[in-house]
């Protein structure tokens, strides 16, 4: 897949296109994106994704303090990515974009620079300013300039209603099995490996601190989870713990994302990881002190264990 900014000189073939905000490549951005697919190759062009970045909700401040992401940049572009897609264009969204009509938007940035000669619309896709944007209005602009607009059908899954809102409340719920079924895939989170207090190590659970990348990036609710991590390109197997840690640092309030990997030693300071998160097994609880912390933890190896094998 090739990655272009909207500012670039482009050169495609019959371009096929759809367009949005992509936060959590889902079940339904699938559905949509296996249309696209099939579209392109009837029509003999190529497939295009338009996407905005920053995610619209932080640029105009809407619910900025509890807004998060559930994918980074780079974490979009690796999903959009794996589904096959020929051209991914990056628009940065400013509110001179917000304040575009959905029809005004298309001419200027997907005919005339792109050169789309078709357009997929969701069936209940809205965009534009104050999102008045329809296919059936778009229909309407399509038929007086160069494009056609293909609207999609809705898109029907047993997991109920898929949407990046509902994956969120999941996650924050920490129901992270129902938001790997909606996503298709286990939710994860990009991160660097940070020295800590080596207080794990002494316990003979070595923890590996992570930093998540984007300060934006959404962080599933408190407890102790089952994890796959990608480390070094290879897969380890893990636990990772998401809190205060109450039983060490009772008087702080610092909050941390702590990794134990069960089959990989050493320091990896620096080093960039992708966690993967596939089920929570308990809350972060407060012990009398470090043994009975370890007596639990190795209880949670065990379960966390055969959780993934």
């Not at 249309?35 to 619209?56: C, F, I, S, Y």
């Not at 979009?76 to 264009?89: A, N, Q, Y």
């Amino acid at each position: 897949m090739k990655v272009w900014s909207i500012d670039d000189t482009f050169s495609l073939k019959r371009p096929v296109a759809t367009i949005g905000i992509f936060d959590g490549v889902h079940r339904g951005h699938g559905f949509i994106l296996d249309h696209l697919k099939a579209q392109a190759e009837a029509h003999g062009g190529e497939t295009v994704v338009v996407t905005l970045w920053p995610h619209p909700r932080i640029v105009l401040n809407k619910d900025m303090h509890d807004f998060k992401l559930l994918h980074t940049r780079q974490e979009k572009i690796r999903e959009l990515d794996r589904h096959g897609i020929d051209h991914l264009v990056i628009v940065p969204f400013t509110k001179e974009i917000a304040s575009l009509t959905a029809c005004g938007f298309v001419q200027d940035y997907l005919v005339d620079r792109l050169g789309i000669e078709v357009l997929l619309v969701g069936y209940d896709n809205r965009f534009g300013k104050d999102r008045k944007g329809d296919p059936e209005g778009l229909k309407m602009c399509a038929k007086k300039n160069r494009y056609r607009i293909e609207k999609l059908p809705e898109y029907l899954s047993e997991y109920g209603t898929v949407s990046s809102s509902t994956i969120r409340e999941s996650i924050l719920k920490g129901d992270l099995v129902s938001a790997g079924k909606m996503l298709g895939y286990d939710y994860y989170l990009s991160g660097k490996i940070v020295e800590g207090n080596h207080i794990g190590r002494q316990m003979g659970f070595p923890t590996a601190n992570i930093h998540p990348l984007d300060p934006n990036k959404l962080i599933p609710m408190n407890g102790v989870y089952a994890i796959r991590t990608e480390l070094k390109g290879k897969l380890y197997r893990g636990m990772l713990n998401i809190g205060f840690r109450p039983t060490i640092d009772s008087a702080m309030a610092v909050k941390t994302i702590e990794a134990h990997l069960f089959d990989v030693s050493g320091d990896f300071y620096d080093e960039q990881v992708v966690i993967h998160f596939v089920k929570r097994v308990r809350d972060e609880m407060k012990f009398s002190g470090l043994d009975a912390l370890k007596k639990q933890l190795d209880k949670d190896k065990t379960v966390i264990q055969g959780l993934l094998q």
